[in-house]
Nanobody, 117 residues
């Protein structure tokens, strides 16, 4: 089992910044991908950014150049630095960890990010 605890969401004006954190615990040795998803009202959950096992990083096009995903292995913590935020970034953001053996997904509780115009 893997437990994920998120923090760092909130309300910010357009153009502002927020940093999300996700602390992982449990069987983290079994994880091959960690990332951030988001889900806006009425929309499907989408993968925003991820770090895959060997360190490769992927972003969706809409956040490239504005968001940065990183991790601190010593603290077992994943981060998402979000700059130049836009109203369309408003969503619940979820930390995700995927188990390598069977691609089972673990989820955090979600944190609300609201960007006002």
């Amino acid at each position: 089992q893997v437990q994920l605890v998120e923090s760092g969401g909130g309300l910010v004006q357009a153009g502002g910044s927020l940093r999300l954190s996700c602390e992982a615990s449990g069987s983290i040795f079994s994880i091959d991908r960690m990332g951030w998803f988001r889900q806006a009202p009425g929309k499907r959950r989408e993968l925003v950014a991820a770090i895959i096992g060997d360190g490769r990083i992927d972003y969706i096009d809409s956040v490239k150049g504005r968001f940065t995903i990183s991790r601190d292995n010593a603290k077992n913590t994943l981060y998402l630095q979000m700059n130049s935020l836009k109203p369309e970034d408003t969503a619940v953001y979820y930390c995700n960890a995927r188990r390598s053996s069977d691609w089972l997904n673990y989820w955090g509780q979600g944190t609300q990010v609201t960007v006002s115009s």
